[in-house]
C-alpha cells in the first residue's frame, strides 16, 4: 500500500477552478495506477477520473468530461485533479486512490485511499 495526502480544495464561486494535489509517500508511486472520487453529504462514494500509472492513459466520468483533467508528475510522486467550470453540485470531499493493477472506475479495486480534501463551490 501507499500513503496518500491531498491537498488544495477549499471554497470557490461557480465557475471557478482549483487544482487538487495528492502526495504519494512511496518511490513505486509511477508503478500505481491513480484515481480521484468523490462523496458528497448523504451520497455514496463517486468516480471522478483516473490516470495509469505511466500518464498515458485516463478515464473520466460523464459528470466531469471536459472540465477536470487529472495528471501526474512521478517524478515528484503527486498526482493533480485540475477542476473548471466548476459547479455547486461538484461540492463534494474529493478523495485520491491508489491500485497497483489496471485503469479502474470502480472504489473497491483501489487499496490505498487518503484522507480527503473538501471542495464547496457556491453559486
Known amino acids: 500500500q501507499v500513503q496518500l495526502v491531498e491537498s488544495g480544495g477549499g471554497l470557490v464561486q461557480a465557475g471557478g477552478s482549483l487544482r487538487l494535489s495528492c502526495a504519494a509517500s512511496?518511490?513505486?508511486?509511477?508503478?500505481?495506477?491513480m484515481g480521484w472520487f468523490r462523496q458528497a453529504p448523504g451520497k455514496e462514494r463517486e468516480f471522478v477520473a483516473a490516470?495509469?500509472?505511466?500518464?498515458?492513459?485516463?478515464i473520466y466520468a460523464d459528470a466531469v468530461k471536459g472540465r477536470f483533467t487529472i495528471s501526474r508528475d512521478n517524478a515528484k510522486n503527486t498526482v493533480y485533479l485540475q477542476m473548471n467550470s466548476l459547479k455547486p453540485e461538484d461540492t463534494a470531499v474529493y478523495y485520491c486512490?491508489?491500485?497497483?493493477?489496471?485503469?479502474?472506475?470502480?472504489?473497491?479495486?483501489?487499496?490505498?485511499w487518503g484522507q480527503g480534501t473538501q471542495v464547496t463551490v457556491s453559486s
Open positions: 512511496r518511490r513505486t508511486f509511477s508503478t500505481y495506477n
Open positions: 486512490a491508489a491500485n497497483p493493477n489496471a485503469l479502474y472506475s470502480v472504489a473497491n479495486r483501489y487499496n490505498s
Open positions: 490516470v495509469s500509472w505511466s500518464g498515458a492513459s485516463t
